[in-house]
């Protein structure tokens, strides 16, 4: 029998499973949000996720349903679950990449390092947290955030009168003094087998993962365990099957902090796809397939992996291509064939190499080209500061 | 833009253009023999590509038309051209690898290594043949054959009674004596650039092939050197766009004889889309849209492709994944998603590393285990010896 995975979402992380569902022979089935999706190619169905009988029509014949983002909402998960659908990772382990509250209880319970953090009901809450912080602190919303969005820097309760005034579930966190952000990445399958790629460095700009360093350029491999071990016991405890991404922090005094989790394959794992014996989406669907995982080694000393945002000038990314083919004829190009507007992940490249310097000359020097803008000034993306790039969400892929 | 390429074919080798032509953010449309093809998921069009207006239907809107198989007709290429069509390969570069004796007739007019050939029009022809080459030799028709099929080896022209009483033109070539057969495949765009591969060494049983070790195992260079010149003369001479391989015998006095000749991705080049910088569906699909060509180094020592074939049981490849992954994490498995009948090709898995013994032994033992045949003489694939071995058709992918 072909194996059968259904995808509910659209975007460019579907997009990526294709080939590795090509590859592996499995049918790929997604749900998306819209037509003319990344994900278009695989799309089965066209519908809103929120809405139980387009989802539990979409999940009818597939052998088991992932996701493209975690933005389904807990009553269609366990309706799905209820209805008999194997649903992977399963409700049960996505409230925690869905709540950062539910997600920040949790880690802490595990005695996992997270920031110091609070839950905000009301302005009193916020004012103690900040007078015991120094008078500043990242202020986020629990649920819906990413890329940067549903998070403020604030030092004074005024600035976060809207949220509070609101609705959503807010906490606050220290604002952490880093060196830099890294990630972690491993993939579980539902026996129980784990394999973790190696800790990568990610480098944001604007709240956006700009580029990301495989492996980690770390001199001492120590933080590499304990980053390793991290995820592994958040994977287990969380019982998450699939790819887990973990962001953290290295901080300034060199500990590690857990900033996001992510269930399904992240934009810091992009890299693997050409830099690694198995790339992010393959071993996902490997992984909720409860299929053996396949070997998470490096192809190259350093793979770096630069996105591509959408620039000022509307055209498509292959207008570009004679330039960009010829002068980096090493380079791995992905294009996500999605509409190009300013700031937005419209792809990536990846290169290869034994010279990190090199390596990264050529991702950038691909990925500028890609992207056509003369004055990324236009786009916001100038680098805003370290405090501002503290309380970062997970970028949406 | 989106660059859209149209393929006329729906086989594996369009379908193993499907990832990446998702990487690279190009539409694939296929012109699929039949519904349910490997190509389905690129299939826009179920058709015969004999069928002049199913084919003019097809070409329309896209950019350019490009092919799985080299068995569509002059006619309908020609017509396509007089259309408006860009068609890469040309048609007048794909009727060398259409018909045998052309093909025979041009290479020896560029005074490229051939075996000794005749064409074989009346009993006369062959019997004048065989008298002047040892009483054997192997017979071919011109047109259509692959894998084997349209090459039989004769002693005696009542061993050819039935193809000389037939329509079929017939060509006559010498039995070579040869050590081993290699590969050599390289790319042209329009443009004119071209990019070698490493030249491969295959390894054929039964007509088939079943093995491909990238790059061959050549103590010195220069049999290399002279394999990479020969397809860069027939890539020019005779205006090839896209992938050409050309299929060589090495002989046991060490010269080179081009054997056949594929104006498509081809089964010896499937190695690279794990083992090189650039695959040769990559390639391809950037050489037929006149795109700068990627670069074609090893990304390991050694890359061996074995091909799995389908076996006497008749589940799926899938089924045996649990345990041909777990024991060879490291290999990559492509799995074409046709129906198993003994000794059609379904996939092949690629292994790569520093030791050609183990990489050998990971690649054939995954390739065996995705086989499930016990016996493997129930398919006749034992080795059948070298002169079964002479005459072999281009393997139909």
Redesign the interface.
Known sequence: ???IVGVIGGGQLA??M??AA?????ELRVLAETAGSPAQ??ATAVGDYRDLDTVLAFAEGVDVVTFDHEHVPQEILTALVAGGAVVRPGPQALVFAQDKILMRQRLSELGLPVPDWARVRHADDLQRFLDAHGGRAVLKTARGGYDGKGVRIVSAVREAEDWLAGTAELLVEELVEFQRELAQLVARRPAGEIAAWPVVESIQRAGVCAEVIAPAPISAGKLADVASDIAHTIAEQLDVTGVLAVELFETTDERLLINELAMRPHNTGHWSIDGS??GQFEQHL?AVLD?????T?C?DRWSVMVNVLGGPIG?????R??LV??HQ??V??????KKSRAGRKV?HVTAGGDDLDQVVWQARSAADALTAVEDTSELGLENLGRENLNGEELADD
Do not use: F, Q
């Open positions: 029998m072909t194996p997009r990526m294709i080939p090509v590859n592996l022979g499995i190619l695989a014996t198995t490997r299929l053996p995982l396949g070997a080694g192809r055209d498509t990314l292959a207008s291509y004679p083919l010829e004829p090493t791995k190009v992905h294009n996500y064939a792809g």
